[in-house]
């Protein structure tokens, strides 16, 4: 409500205090369900069919080239990263130790990315509600909304305060409910900014270059120590927030601007 009552286009904003009013009698407050539960009731899904992922000739990367034509089973896909309230119902299910920045204010509140994950705890927390992080390949697709051509999320505008935590805007995560003016064409929130995120795949600046056209789920498995992650973060420049920008962590990497979401196999 805040953010559309600042937006810059005053016909986005609200009409008048009233319709301000209207909307906030209708909220309930909640303790949400548990992990499980939100990602399956929550899960946004993504029909089996022909991608189009990677940049086109004028892309600024050459690891993002050339654009590819891929086929990818369905699959569904978390709305927002796991959060520290998901995760702290992990560590009670399972026993597991808490991660290193949830007991700090400014990334510790219940609704903000859960950070500071290694890829192996990413992947255990995945597999504890039946899922698995996203291959590069499927993050991309989802990020874009099944479009060819989309350079943010949301469009071509370059990110603001409005639309994601990246470039500096905030010197720490926001609740991944903060940005709906970013959110995908599907309703994806922080696919830009916030947290990088981790992916499947093992690391390899050439990967694009290697698929095979109407390759059926591509993902790298190049070796190494080295694993992708996707979408920038609170940290990052703002153009690192684009659907097809790749970069690469250490898999034992502790960072507080590397996240996961989840993604479960159709059928799941």
């Not at 009233?18 to 399956?40: M, N, T």
């Not at 069919?49 to 089973?73: H, Q």
């Not at 370059?158 to 995908?184: Q, W």
């Not at 190049?222 to 694993?227: D, E, I």
Request: one cysteine or more; hydrophobic letters at 35%; charged letters at 25%.
């Amino acid at each position: 409500i805040v953010l559309n009552m600042l937006h810059f286009d005053p016909e986005a904003r609200p009409p008048s205090a009233q319709s301000v009013y209207d909307v906030l009698v209708g909220v309930e407050f909640g303790r949400p369900p548990p992990p499980d539960a939100i990602e399956r009731a929550a899960t946004i899904s993504v029909r089996e069919g022909e991608y189009f992922v990677g940049s086109g000739p004028s892309g600024p990367v050459a690891a993002e080239k050339p654009m590819r034509r891929v086929v990818l089973s369905a699959y569904g896909v978390s709305p927002t990263t796991i959060t520290n309230d998901q995760y702290r119902q992990f560590m009670e299910r399972t026993g597991n130790s808490p991660l290193p920045w949830m007991d700090r204010p400014e990334f510790g509140g219940p609704d903000q990315p859960a950070v500071g994950a290694t890829w192996d705890q990413a992947m255990a927390f995945a597999k504890s509600v039946d899922g698995r992080l996203p291959t590069e390949i499927e993050w991309e697709v989802a990020a874009k909304g099944g479009q060819k051509l989309r350079t943010y999320p949301w469009g071509e505008e370059v990110p603001d305060a409005t639309r994601a935590n990246i470039g500096g805007f905030c010197n720490n995560t926001t609740s991944v409910f903060s940005h709906k003016l970013g959110a995908s064409p599907d309703g994806l929130m922080d696919m830009c900014g916030n947290v990088w995120e981790w992916c499947l795949d093992e690391w390899d600046p050439n990967f694009y270059r290697q698929i095979a056209n109407l390759e059926r789920n591509p993902r790298s498995h190049a070796g190494g120590s080295l694993r992708s992650v996707r979408g920038g973060s609170f940290e990052s420049f703002p153009t690192i927030g684009r659907c097809s920008s790749r970069y690469y962590c250490e898999m034992d990497e502790k960072r507080p601007d590397v996240g996961f979401r989840v993604v479960y196999d159709r059928g799941q």
